[in-house]
């Protein structure tokens, strides 16, 4: 599946509170809960990245473990369990035919690199 994909983008956020008293005059702030996204881009191949993407519709969802590797088989690399929430498959007006899946953090483990 990976010859599949031409690119990726992910982004491990933390959720920020503000704890600012009315004594400062700077903001104070503390870190919250970490999350995980992250949307695959790819070239439509019915025998490859599609067989796995095309039940990402199905009921019920399933988790999936997401590996990001710059290179295949190589360190580092970042895994977590992922919900798929979408699959955008398109056909641009000169033959193009790409897809699109984003990924949203599902069970709670801070994503970590291996």
């Not at 191949?45 to 039940?55: C, P, Q």
Request: glycine fraction near 6%; charged fraction near 15%.
């Amino acid at each position: 599946m990976a010859n599949d994909v031409t690119n990726f983008a992910f982004s491990t956020p933390r959720g920020v509170q503000d704890t600012t008293g009315v004594d400062k005059s700077a903001h104070e702030r503390l870190l919250l809960l970490s999350d995980y996204s992250a949307t695959i881009n790819g070239v439509f191949n019915a025998t490859g990245a599609h067989l796995v993407f095309k039940t990402v519709s199905a009921s019920p969802a399933v988790a999936r473990n997401l590996k990001i590797q710059p290179i295949v088989g190589s360190t580092p690399y970042l895994s977590c369990l992922v919900l798929l929430t979408d699959y955008t498959v398109t056909r641009t007006n000169t033959g193009e035919l790409t897809y699109a899946v984003p990924a949203v953090l599902s069970d709670g483990t801070v994503p970590t690199w291996n």
